[in-house]
């Protein structure tokens, strides 16, 4: 049974103080360089690999393979993400082979049913999903208290079930930052949002090589472009002569911010997972 509404406002509450004290920890300055370089880098690692980082839909299958404590059919998932509105079948299916292309899913008949055949997710992709959550760990570290070493299989496992459950009870990180909704609705938006905003300087000066940033995630020089021209008409950039670009203000405060909001959030799961506790606590 879902938690009341005021449960999940309440917790919304504690995450926006948690993330107030980050922002006002001098430490926080030393990290956005670092959390705007790794970041990126993970996810086009993983992207490379097959991981579908750039589609919420693809995203959602695959963790839900992972987390899941029992072998699921199609069906089964195509239910669960119905349910959940992240995909239809036919989307379903299309990611189901995209994913067991890459080797991060495989499916075998029931060795009870053998009419059944079940999806499970690789060795391959929870490795990569241990990358992910040990590069957080890593950056989030001095606020969680959860030492990098200790992420294994189990503790991943632990915290995308506590993510999981809270995304199905409502909360959801990125509400309230508009700007990064909007980037992370894109193909490599999101590395290029963290990217420009890491790069700028006291003066919003940033620098993007487009045939770099296109190379390294996998995607094409038309659409880095496509992404600029989109966040210039949008007034959060302004295009200066070649590799130069201008961020405005206001897109720089949301990306600290959103970068406190991340490490208040990541630090309060972990705790969770390394501990087994999967549904937030209730608030009392």
């Not at 890593?138 to 915290?159: C, Q, T």
């Not at 959801?172 to 894109?186: A, D, K, N, T």
């Not at 290029?192 to 620098?207: H, P, V, Y």
């Not at 208040?264 to 087994?276: D, E, H, I, P």
Request: aromatic share 8%; with cysteine; glycine share 6%.
């Amino acid at each position: 049974m879902p938690p009341p509404a005021d449960a999940i406002a309440t917790l919304a509450t504690q995450l926006t103080a948690d993330a107030a004290r980050v922002r006002a920890d001098a430490r926080f300055r030393a990290l956005v360089p670092v959390f705007t370089q790794v970041i990126p880098q993970t996810w086009a690692a993983l992207k490379r690999a097959g991981m579908p980082v750039d589609d919420s839909g693809g995203f959602s299958v695959a963790t839900y393979l992972v987390v899941v404590p029992f072998p699921v059919t199609e069906r089964e998932l195509t239910e669960h993400c119905g349910l959940m509105k992240l995909a239809s079948r036919t989307r379903v299916r299309a990611l189901v082979e995209r994913l067991q292309s890459a080797g991060l899913i495989e499916q075998r008949r029931s060795s009870t049913d053998a009419r059944r055949l079940d999806l499970q997710a690789t060795p391959a992709l929870r490795g990569l999903y241990q990358r992910w959550i040990g590069a957080l760990a890593g950056l989030v570290e001095p606020w969680s208290g959860v030492d990098r070493s200790a992420v294994d299989d189990a503790l991943v496992v632990s915290y995308l079930r506590v993510t999981a459950k809270a995304y199905e009870q409502g909360y959801v990180l990125y509400q309230g930052f508009p700007i990064v909704e909007y980037f992370m609705s894109r193909r490599s938006g999101y590395s290029l949002f963290l990217e420009l905003i890491g790069r700028a300087d006291a003066k919003g000066m940033s620098s993007l090589n487009r045939a770099r940033f296109a190379a390294e995630h996998a995607t094409s020089r038309p659409h880095v472009a496509t992404l600029l021209r989109e966040a210039e008409q949008r007034r959060w950039i302004r295009r200066r002569a070649k590799d130069d670009v201008w961020v405005a203000p206001a897109v720089i405060e949301e990306g600290l911010r959103w970068i406190a909001s991340e490490v208040a959030w990541t630090s309060y799961s972990l705790r969770l997972a390394r501990n087994g506790v999967v549904m937030p606590p209730k608030q009392s």
